[in-house]
């Protein structure tokens, strides 16, 4: 499975980016999926996922009720909808996908694929 990521960028504190990560190469449903960001100096963790159907959904903490993650299974992608965003949220963005996982997992090594990663950066 190929994952490629995009949509990162420079925004300002407050404002809203979407993230998008485009699947290939496998069957899509297969796959449990998330994002993943790593600021520098700190441990890759798990900002959201979701299951192959789009019905179980996780968010870290930090970011409840700011992010939105979602899936598009008719066109292999998966978004990540961030708003409100803070210069806290500063960091490269990964999307990955877990072969056959029935929920969440936040140890980044037990995943599958990765995307090439997307920086996003919120200026205060």
């Known amino acids: 499975v190929q994952l490629q990521a995009s949509g990162g960028g420079l925004v300002q504190a407050g404002g809203s980016l979407r993230l998008s990560c485009a699947a290939s190469?496998?069957?899509?449903?297969?796959?449990?999926m998330a994002w993943f960001r790593q600021a520098p100096g700190k441990e890759r963790e798990l900002t959201a996922g979701i299951n192959w159907s789009g019905g179980s959904t996780y968010y870290t903490d930090s970011v409840k009720g700011r992010f939105t993650i979602s899936r598009d299974n008719t066109k292999n992608t998966i978004y990540l909808q961030m708003n409100s965003l803070k210069p806290e949220d500063t960091a490269v963005y990964y999307c990955?996908?877990?072969?056959?996982?029935?929920?969440?997992?936040?140890?980044?090594?037990?995943?599958?694929?990765w995307g090439q990663g997307t920086q996003v950066t919120v200026s205060s």
């Open positions: 190469g496998g069957t899509f449903t297969n796959y449990y």
């Open positions: 990955a996908a877990d072969y056959d996982r029935p929920y969440y997992g936040d140890n980044f090594r037990e995943y599958d694929y």
